[in-house]
């Protein structure tokens, strides 16, 4: 998977003309104000999208409105797509190019295709098992203070790995929430690694401005290769005798729960 599609990967894919074909909302756009940029767009019916199309739900590339067309600021989208209440409609312009979204309230029925959908979207071409209980892949590398790491000296240890980069918005917005993690095993037999695909400078100049507490390698694209990360961010929990006991990808309402339990049933 690319970059691009880790912006994406909160998208309904072929769920949008699904939702279309069963809910219709005429009668509501015609009782408010539209913004001006749709005038000359229309909302995508079946057939207007291919159905595998993978759609980029990002504020900042591409507006998204509340039902009332009331954009949608930035720091509220994560949030609201990961609620599982709204439907994301497309709205095209004449070359059937997708020029902005607007949210309805989900029905029941359509809450648990999106919550299997994107259960499905965490773990693209591999069992989320396949790993588990496996013996972790050996490692060898050095963190940007100078600390090096292998998988044989941290044998022992719980090791607690993030696979992040940067340009990754949910990989952002779960670092304070990781921060809390590190700060409660504090003094424990955990150590928490931070595989950036970015180089050095690039980290730097990030941590400028930011706080993560997690011990950070960079340039780890071949570590995330040996753990089949395709996929960002994902989280993996490695118990002391070096067998991989959790593997998940993506930030969904329970992530922070389930590390901090597997972290805590491991150290018993």
């Not at 809450?111 to 979207?121: I, L």
């Not at 929430?177 to 690694?193: A, P």
């Amino acid at each position: 998977m690319t970059k691009k599609f880790f912006v994406t990967m909160f998208a309904i894919i072929t769920f949008i003309n699904i939702a279309n074909a069963q809910v219709k909302n005429e009668s509501k756009d015609s009782l408010v104000v539209k913004p001006e940029i749709f005038n000359s767009l229309k909302k995508a019916e079946p057939g207007d999208i291919d159905s595998g199309t993978q759609m980029m739900l990002d504020v900042s590339t591409t507006p998204m409105y509340y039902e009332n067309f009331v954009l949608i600021k930035e720091g509220e989208f994560m949030k609201i797509i990961m609620s599982r209440d709204y439907i994301p409609e497309p709205y095209i312009d004449s070359n059937k190019v997708v020029k902005a979204f607007v949210l309805r309230k989900a029905t029941q029925l359509e809450k648990e295709q999106m919550k299997q959908m994107q259960g499905n979207m965490q773990h693209p071409g591999q069992n989320k098992s396949e790993l588990i209980g496996k013996e972790a892949f050996p490692f060898s590398v050095t963190d940007i203070s100078g600390n090096k790491y292998s998988l044989e000296k941290l044998k022992g240890k719980v090791i607690v790995i993030n696979f992040w980069f940067v340009e990754c918005k949910p990989c952002v917005m779960e670092i304070p929430d990781l921060n809390h993690l590190v700060e409660k095993y504090k003094g424990k037999e955990v150590v928490f690694l931070g595989f950036a695909t970015n180089d050095k400078p690039k980290i730097e100049s990030f941590l400028k401005t930011k706080t993560y507490k997690y011990k950070i390698i960079t340039d780890s694209k071949e570590v995330a290769g040996l753990y089949k990360v395709n996929s960002y961010p994902t989280h993996i929990i490695i118990d002391t005798n070096s067998i991989i006991s959790y593997y998940i990808t993506g930030l969904g309402p329970t992530t922070m729960d389930d590390l901090d339990k597997t972290i805590e049933s491991l150290l018993k």
